[in-house]
């Protein structure tokens, strides 16, 4: 497994590890089985021209892009022990953390990841526990004929969702605190970043040494780093193309809490303005 740390914003990163290989697709548990032939499922249902499938996929797409990028990254680590069930070895040697140097100071890399591992861990539990409870309440809607029970499959979608999260959260806090990481700095990834931090700071240039332009970054109001077309970009020089998806997400969503973040504090000031 390899993980990667791809900062979305001078604030707020993405972690990510790259999925299973194709090859130990027969190791997977009977749910990561089981949850694959529904994402096929989900796929035929989206070629759909209309009719509730249709409907269906589009209000579930719309449901998903709301779910945390957060929620996803969690979701991309596998549990340690279907890690452990795949290769008999792991824990006795470090996992490769591909990351900007330019725009994360190594040091602080491990912070960084014990804060994503364990922030919402607590969360995560709760919500599990909770969709896991309401799912078999939902058992009536089962009498509607043709149509599935959607909320049952909904409530149990979302259990699972916060399940693997939790397992990510606890896999990457294992890793972190059996010091198991081994950051790496892509010289791709700094390129890439240099560019975006010259546009997105005022007076930095592109060939600014590492050092100051991992400063600059830090003291940096919370500003979007990245563009949507950088999204290909990322999944192109990591050979990650699930990452694509991943990545535009959390652009979308960190863009949107940062403009209604800006929204209030200037509703704030024009209320201080009219008080006065």
Do not use: C
Request: charged letters at 30%; proline letters at 6%.
């Amino acid at each position: 497994m390899r993980l990667f740390l791809i900062p979305i914003s001078t604030r707020r990163a993405l972690i990510y590890a790259r999925p299973l290989r194709r090859d130990a697709s027969k190791e997977l548990s009977l749910l990561d089985r089981t949850t694959s032939k529904a994402a096929e499922t989900w796929a035929k249902w989206e070629d759909a021209e209309s009719g509730w499938k249709k409907h269906l996929v589009t209000w579930g797409n719309k449901v998903q892009q709301r779910i945390p990028f957060e929620e996803w990254g969690l979701k991309s680590i596998p549990s340690l022990k279907a890690q452990q069930r795949i290769d008999e070895n792991y824990g006795s040697k470090q996992i490769d953390v591909l990351y900007p140097g330019n725009s994360v100071r190594l040091e602080k890399i491990p912070t960084i990841l014990r804060k994503i591992a364990t922030e919402r861990q607590e969360f995560h539990r709760k919500k599990m526990l909770w969709s896991f409870g309401i799912a078999p309440l939902t058992a009536p809607f089962a009498l509607v004929p043709v149509i599935p029970n959607i909320p049952f499959f909904y409530m149990a979608y979302r259990g699972w969702s916060h399940w693997r999260a939790l397992n990510g959260s606890r896999h990457l806090e294992y890793l972190v605190e059996k010091n198991l990481l081994n950051p790496v700095s892509l010289p791709e990834l700094e390129q890439l970043y240099a560019k975006r931090a010259s546009r997105v700071l005022d007076g930095t240039p592109v060939d600014k040494p590492s050092s100051e332009l991992v400063e600059d970054i830090e003291q940096s109001d919370d500003r979007v780093l990245l563009k949507m077309s950088d999204a290909k970009k990322l999944a192109s020089i990591l050979d990650a193309p699930e990452l694509a998806l991943e990545a535009e997400r959390a652009i979308i969503q960190v863009t949107e809490q940062l403009e209604a973040q800006k929204r209030k504090e200037k509703e704030a000031q024009s209320d201080e303005k009219k008080k006065s």
